[in-house]
Every structure is written in structure tokens, then in C-alpha cells.
Nanobody, 124 residues
């Protein structure tokens, strides 16, 4: 099972980007998916999350600017980022909460999975 993130890039301040993340593999369930980010020299921080029930949660720093949503494909989430600022520059990581999946013909349950990250650079 892998989390495949895409959509990062270079954008001017005030611009928009849309990140996408798909959990690929034989997955039985995922409790929720979300995004975290890590800026240079800083710790990884929470950005946004979406539960299976449809509840969303956002970091205060992105409320009103970012929107997390479910994609049409199974186990896919998007992060629409508007009004980007220079302090949004970071590597963005996709996260899957409590996934249950098949590995070597056996069910596996873990606390969480992480994708490799996609770089978002906002120029001022």
C-alpha cells in the first residue's frame, strides 16, 4: 500500500494549487485522510483532515484558504489551496489514519501511513 501525492509546484503569493493523494493497494478501510506539512527548519505540522464520516478539521493558519475534499476515485483526497502565502512553503505529506489493508494475503492494521511528500513553494 502506498500513498501517492501530487500537485506540488511553484506559485506566486496569492495564487492557488491543488494537491491530490491516492492510497493505492488492496485497502479494506481507512478511517480518514489528511495533510501535514514541514517547512525548512521546522517540525511537521497538521494542515487538514477528512474523516470517513465527512468531518473536516483545519489548522488555524489555513482556515478559510484551504479546503480538503474527497476525490471521485476511492481513497483519494484533494487539498485546494487558495490565497497562498510565503509561509505556506513546505513539503506537504499525505496521511492515512488507521488503514487496514492486505499484504502477502494477510490483513494488516497500522496506526497510520505516510506518503513521500510533494513540495509547495510560494514566491513573494
Amino acid at each position: 500500500v502506498q500513498l501517492q501525492a501530487s500537485g506540488g509546484g511553484l506559485v506566486q503569493a496569492g495564487g492557488s494549487l491543488k494537491l491530490s493523494c491516492t492510497a493505492a493497494g488492496k485497502i479494506f478501510r481507512i478511517d480518514g485522510m489528511g495533510w501535514y506539512r514541514q517547512a525548512p527548519g521546522k517540525e511537521r505540522e497538521f494542515v487538514a483532515a477528512l474523516t470517513n464520516a465527512g468531518s473536516t478539521n483545519y489548522a488555524d493558519s489555513v482556515k478559510g484558504r484551504f479546503t480538503i475534499s474527497r476525490g471521485n476515485a476511492k481513497n483519494t483526497v484533494h487539498l485546494q489551496m487558495n490565497s497562498l502565502r510565503s509561509d505556506d512553503t513546505a513539503v506537504y505529506y499525505c496521511n492515512a489514519d488507521r488503514p487496514v489493508y492486505e499484504e502477502n494475503d494477510n490483513p494488516v492494521a497500522v496506526r497510520e501511513l505516510w506518503g513521500r511528500g510533494t513540495l509547495v513553494t510560494v514566491s513573494s
